[in-house]
């Protein structure tokens, strides 16, 4: 969000402005310069492209994708497929099964549903000419600032510890 607000040529400071900037800037991969929690859903008409973008961290909303047909469907409830009778509640994943009763948890892209996809963190999905692509546009990276043994971690942990208690003073 501080980023958004000191985009200089955004007029208004609304979320949608400051979206259209950065996709006008950056394009497909625009959403790496937002830092939060979000789905955008863009139709670009001059490119007649369509695009879903799910943050990076994916804690509070889920995104779900189906194509039947010419049709393609999303919804961050698993269940409205099943309401709207788009699956088929034996259209169950064997692979997802498996991966539940192993881990007793089904990871994305699977779901419980054969043609049922989950978004996964950082990721965007194209929708161009009636073909479906899902891209990532962000990956977090894990290879800088790697604490190096556990004395550097313990000493990381006491130092955001005592800053956080010594904010409450």
Known sequence: YKYLNSIPSVESKSCISS????Y???GEKFAKYIDGHFVIIIYDKDK???FIYQ???TCYEKLFYTRIGDFFYFSNSIVEFLKLSLVKRS?????????FFKYT???????IFENVIQMTIGEFVSIFDGKVENRQ???WDFSKNRI???KEAIDIYETILTKSICSLY
């Open 105 to 111: 948890y089904i990871s994305p892209p699977l779901t």
């Open 24 to 26: 006008k800037k950056y």
């Open 55 to 57: 943050d990076k961290y």
């Open 48 to 50: 007649k492209n369509f």
């Open 148 to 150: 190096k043994n556990e």
């Open 19 to 22: 979206i259209v900037y950065l």
């Open 91 to 99: 259209s169950i994943s064997n692979t997802a099964l498996y991966h």
């Open 137 to 139: 546009y962000d990956r």
